[in-house]
């Protein structure tokens, strides 16, 4: 849900009397959640460092072929790696 879409919901369930403030709440904390977050991207190195112990970025360079990590090629030599999906990996352990 983009943000014009959560302030127009926002307004209409402010306004609107009938909407019990505990209801209201609720609605907008799911609509919050259920908003699309951006990717924190990173490079090679920083997602190695975030493995513990930290991991040799070739490593890294191996799970993206194996397909453990999502490569997100920005240019033809400008490799980075979405940082959540690296923790969630080091999280679960590398099988």
Known sequence: M??????TLHTILKSD?????????TILKACRQAAPRKKRLGTVRQAAEIFTPPVHPRTIQRWSRR?????????????????????????EGVA
Do not use: M, Y
């Open 67 to 91: 397909g453990l990590l999502t490569a997100i090629r920005i240019t033809p030599r400008r490799i980075r790696f979405d940082l959540d999906q690296c923790e969630q990996l080091a999280s």
């Open 17 to 25: 009397p009938s909407v019990p403030d505990e209801q209201r709440d």
């Open 2 to 7: 983009n943000t014009e879409t959560f302030t």
